[in-house]
């Protein structure tokens, strides 16, 4: 894929990390995914959203700023990184003209998310919760998000990697 400039291929980047393009792409797959395939995908309109589109690049922005770099993740950067990931959910979901009962469906879709934590919290996923409450706007994402974190639930990372880090740290 070839983009325009670095602000389209990062808006690009934000859309297709998220749940909500998750779950449409696999409306239309099971298995692989191809060019003719995806450039048919359904991509939110937001030729009039410029905030929208920047809030979206700042969260790819603060993503890829955590990712790469060197030092080793603390709570505090996972933290921040399981916030940036909510956030960038949620202006996706807005992008698409999404609310919080499609979040419950895609949700509904994604039994595996989170499989590990299931089941010491309830059954809950921490994910799928915190992005729930950024969609609230309840002023209480980063406790949520410190609160899930610190009780070392692992939220936005896949099963596999929680289970290695577990493992490698013989809990």
């Known amino acids: ?20 393009f998750d779950w449409v792409i696999r409306r239309y797959i099971t298995t692989t995914i191809n060019y003719f395939i995806l450039e048919n995908m359904p991509f939110p309109r937001m030729e009039h959203k410029t905030a929208l589109i920047d809030s979206i690049i700042e969260y790819v922005d603060a993503i890829s700023d955590l990712e ?28 698409y003209g999404l609310n919080i009962e499609d979040l419950n469906t895609i949700a509904d879709d994604f039994p595996l998310v989170d499989q590990t934590a299931q089941y010491a919290n309830g059954g809950n996923q921490p994910t799928f919760e915190i992005i729930r409450t950024c969609i609230n706007d309840d002023g209480d994402l980063r406790q949520t998000v410190s609160s899930y974190c610190g009780n070392g639930f692992m939220p936005f990372l896949p099963n596999e990697y929680i289970r ?8």
């Open 1 to 20: 894929l070839l983009f325009e400039d670095p602000r389209s291929a990062k808006l690009w980047l934000g859309i297709v990390n998220t749940f909500a």
């Open 68 to 95: 790469n770099c060197e030092a080793a993740w603390n709570e505090k950067a996972y933290t921040q990184y399981a916030f940036n990931r909510a956030k960038l959910e949620v202006c996706v979901l807005e992008a």
């Open 164 to 171: 290695a880090i577990k493992q490698h740290d013989g809990k």
